[in-house]
Structure formats: C-alpha cells, structure tokens
C-alpha cells in the first residue's frame, strides 16, 4: 500500500523566514502534486513535477522531484502571511491512470 | 478561467437516505473524479471515470456508491443508504489527460444526521 508521508504537519513561521516542507512516498511514482487548500476551500493546484531532477518555481514557492529517494520538498521563500493555507502533497503511482494518493497534509502558519 | 462546479455546497440528510452529489466538470476534459475529505483529516481517492465507466476504484467506493455521467455535461456521486461515516466534504475533479493536472470543484459539504 502507498504510503505518503508529510512533514512537519503543523510549521509557524515568521514572515521573511525560509523554509522547506517534506513530502516522502513509498513506491515507484510517475507523478508528484502540491496543492493548497484555504480552510473550508477547494484544493488549488500548484506544481505537477513529472520526471526525477524536475524543479519548478511560482513566486516564493519551489518544489523538486527525487524519484531515486522517493522525495518531493515544497521550499517557501520568504513567507508572507498569504502564503498561510494547508499543502498537500500527492502521488501517482507507477501503472495506475489517475489515482492521486495525498499526504497528510501540512499546515503552515505564518505570522508578522 | 474554466472551472468545475458541485451542486449543493452543502447537504444535509438523514442516516439511511440517499443523496446526489452533482458536478459538472471543464467542457473539454476526459477525466473525472471523485475525492472526499473528512474534517481535518487528508484527502483521499474514491473513484475515476472515463469513457463512460470507471476506470479505478478504492475500497472505500463500495455497493453504496454509484457514479454516473447522465448527459454530456454532469458527472454524479450517488450514495444509495448513507452512513453517519459518510460526512466529509466530496470534491469532484477534472482532467484533460491521465497525466494533467486535477481541476477541483469547489466541493458539497454532506452532513449525515
């Protein structure tokens, strides 16, 4: 069974302050998600990162794809208070068409 | 921009009735979904669908649940006899391609009573 784990679930962070949110899965995947949600709201797509080595960048936020070490990390630079919001992170595993399985979730605070 | 709609925002039923959960996904998408999230907790999977019939299922998508794309426009959850454990936010979602990114809908609250 996959398994996808997240970490840290709960971050609180000062504005302007760097950090990075981890995101491990268990098997073989062809595809990594990031999403964020805002409480009470639907799931807004971040990033799709298809290939190992992928990189891609939007404003203060930049994720990155190791299928070798089955790791994805969601890197926030600089936060600002919008960025508060809980981010998921979810798998494609390899062979299967469509089924996401999402992590657990992490919910980022970040304060003035 | 395009986006996937759910009808109702929220639902309220009775333990054993039966609901609908509508949505109507992008015009142009192939894909279909439904994902559900109980409060607090993660988002998980519940079944795919394309070219009219489910592709992939979870355990959690048992006899009690049915999908269905009754015209060109909506794709529908019905659960038959719900379940206290059925409360959760359903979200549907749309793809273009298997390999694209999901487009959420913006979800029905059902609360079981």
């Known amino acids: 069974e996959l398994k996808v784990e997240q970490n840290p679930l709960f971050l609180s962070m000062q504005e302007g302050k760097n950090y990075t949110i981890y995101c491990n899965y268990s098997?073989?995947?062809?595809?990594l998600y990031w999403y964020r949600q805002d409480p009470g709201k639907s799931l807004e797509s971040l990033f799709v990162?298809?290939?190992?080595?992928a990189v891609k960048q939007e404003g203060r936020l930049m994720a990155s794809l190791d299928t070798k070490a089955r790791l994805s990390t969601l890197h926030i630079t600089a936060a600002v208070h919008d960025l508060s919001a809980t981010y998921f992170c979810?798998?494609?595993?390899?062979?299967?068409?469509?089924?996401?399985?999402f992590g657990t979730g992490t919910r980022l605070q970040v304060t003035l | 921009e395009p986006e996937v709609t759910q009808t109702p925002s929220h639902q309220v039923t009775q333990m054993g009735q039966e609901v609908i959960l509508r949505c109507v996904p992008i015009?142009?998408?192939?894909?279909f979904y439904w994902y559900r999230q109980i409060l607090g907790q993660k988002v998980e999977f519940l079944v795919s669908?394309?070219?009219?019939?489910?592709?992939?299922k979870s355990e959690i998508f048992d006899d009690q649940f049915s999908v269905e794309r009754p015209d060109g426009s909506n794709f529908t959850l019905k659960i038959r006899s719900t379940k206290l454990e059925d409360s959760a936010m359903y979200f549907c979602?749309?793809?273009?391609?298997?390999?694209?990114?999901?487009?959420f809908g913006s979800g029905t609250q059902l609360s079981v009573l």
């Open positions: 979602a749309s793809s273009g391609t298997g390999g694209e990114k999901l487009f």
């Open positions: 098997t073989t995947s062809d595809r």
């Open positions: 990162l298809l290939s190992n080595g």
């Open positions: 979810a798998v494609v595993v390899t062979g299967t068409a469509s089924k996401l399985t």
């Open positions: 015009s142009n998408h192939l894909y």
């Open positions: 669908f394309y070219n009219n019939e489910i592709s992939e």
